[in-house]
């Protein structure tokens, strides 16, 4: 492995339809988006630690942390613009397509711990790795209503198994994403999108109570009650 140190880019855009300033929200006490990025200068591994948004106060916050921070284009703003477009756009603009690995952290990933990072680098080979954790129920048993409001079983071949007998199922928890660069520069000149999870992405497992998705309100007040737990918070 090339000894380059990687980099860690920060998409945090100022809207949020559902949680109002969501990645500049106090959490805690402080904005939700220092978590992340102090583990991630807590980890020692990055060279660089950018933040991009269309928002003056977020980029703000990134200079007062000491990360490089950059205005986000026009065309980037709003909540229809996908991943992959941002980091394509981010390894172009900042040069980072002779970089080792970028990192893609979330500004609302407040669980991350440093040592997720360094334990997750340590065995990234070029794959993506993606932060997942183990459903708290099998996939194959979900459920969902139908237009007439019953229930209908989204895998009805299952419906008579044992969860027991059933594979285990994961998901993605949307803390962050180590990216090989060259496929996303590709991408942006011309040839066809890659996708953050392709072909042969990794996990990297954590357990089934280290992270909540914040996704409403709701998720929001939970997710404050179990930091708390978690890092005996007052």
């Not at 999108?193 to 929001?220: F, H, N, T």
Request: charged share 25%; proline share 8%.
């Amino acid at each position: 492995k090339t000894s380059m140190k990687p980099a860690c880019f920060v998409p945090a855009r100022g809207g949020s339809k559902r949680i109002p300033r969501k990645n500049r929200r106090p959490f805690c006490g402080r904005p939700i988006m220092e978590y992340p990025i102090l583990q991630a200068q807590a980890s020692g591994l990055f060279s660089r630690i950018i933040v991009s948004s269309d928002d003056d106060e977020i980029r703000a916050i990134g200079r007062r942390l000491g990360c490089e921070t950059d205005t986000r284009p026009l065309w980037l703003y709003g909540d229809t613009v996908d991943s992959e477009t941002i980091v394509a756009h981010a390894i172009k603009h900042f040069g980072l397509g002779m970089d080792p690995a970028i990192c893609m952290l979330y500004p609302t990933a407040v669980f991350v711990r440093a040592e997720w990072l360094s334990e997750s680098f340590s065995e990234f080979d070029g794959h993506p790795i993606a932060v997942c954790k183990l459903d708290t129920e099998p996939a194959q048993r979900a459920l969902c209503v139908g237009s007439d409001g019953a229930i209908v079983p989204l895998m009805p071949g299952f419906i008579d198994y044992r969860t027991q007998d059933l594979a285990a199922s994961f998901h993605d928890v949307g803390a962050f994403y180590w990216l090989s660069p060259q496929p996303f520069l590709a991408g942006w000149e011309g040839r066809p999108k890659v996708a953050l999870l392709s072909q042969g992405a990794r996990p990297y497992i954590i357990g089934k109570y280290e992270s909540w998705d914040i996704d409403d309100p709701e998720d929001w007040e939970h997710a404050e009650s179990e930091y708390r737990r978690i890092f005996h918070v007052g």
